[in-house]
């Protein structure tokens, strides 16, 4: 299998609606062309670095998303271009996302990075912590952000049944904000859950967007 068929035989699985992000991390740039004149153009990177590196040596209509660890002073290096923001866990990250993006001339899409794994190593936001967010006061008057929807990592297990508890705990969150009276800078039509150990599950539980890099990008 080449990077075209897989990413051709992925394509052909997804429900309606479900939009596919390409983990390029660690990937070389020959690997992502193909990817590329594939017709994939939503590309994800989880570090700053990688990403700015790629961004100024690929195609410019590629929509890059991070879906990494966000740290505030990195922010100002990818407001220029970055298409979507998956992990934004904290009030003082969006507060600079939103800043940077002012100084860019931008207005940045986000996602609320939701913690519902098992493991304390990752990162994101209490169901409690988000929805204090969302309500804030401060963030109705970022004019140069829009939260689209909510990000989530399952715990890296084989027991399936408490991925898809996880995957289902967040579905049915963003279910109940969809419902509610959002900020007019937010919305809820952006649901990304899934990688390529459990993206079946993920798809089975309403998720909208998927990050997958090992089965895209393995040939054999």
């Not at 596919?20 to 994939?40: F, M, N, R, W």
């Not at 939260?147 to 279910?175: C, H, W, Y």
Request: one cysteine or more; proline letters at 4%; hydrophobic letters at 35%.
């Amino acid at each position: 299998m080449n990077i075209k068929n897989n990413i051709t035989n992925l394509r052909q699985t997804l429900p309606p609606g479900c939009r596919l992000v390409a983990v390029s991390k660690t990937q070389p740039l020959d690997k992502i062309q193909e990817a590329y004149a594939s017709g994939q153009r939503d590309f994800g990177e989880n570090r700053v670095q990688e990403l700015t590196s790629k961004y100024e040596q690929l195609p410019q209509d590629i929509h890059w998303h991070l879906i990494g660890h966000l740290q505030t002073n990195k922010v100002k290096y990818i407001a220029p271009f970055v298409s979507l923001i998956h992990s934004v866990d904290s009030p003082r990250l969006l507060e600079e996302i939103n800043n940077q993006a002012g100084k860019a001339g931008r207005v940045i899409d986000c996602l609320l990075q939701l913690h519902i794994a098992q493991e304390e190593t990752k990162y994101g936001l209490t169901e409690e912590e988000a929805r204090t967010l969302i309500t804030s006061p401060a963030l109705r008057n970022y004019q140069h952000i829009r939260i689209q929807g909510l990000m989530g990592m399952a715990s890296l297990t084989d027991n399936t049944e408490q991925v898809r508890r996880e995957f289902r705990s967040l579905k049915t969150f963003f279910d109940r904000l969809q419902q509610e009276n959002l900020p007019p800078n937010t919305t809820m039509t952006i649901l990304s859950m899934g990688m390529s150990s459990d993206y079946k599950i993920a798809i089975e539980e309403g998720s909208t967007m998927l990050r997958i890099g090992t089965s895209l990008f393995k040939t054999t």
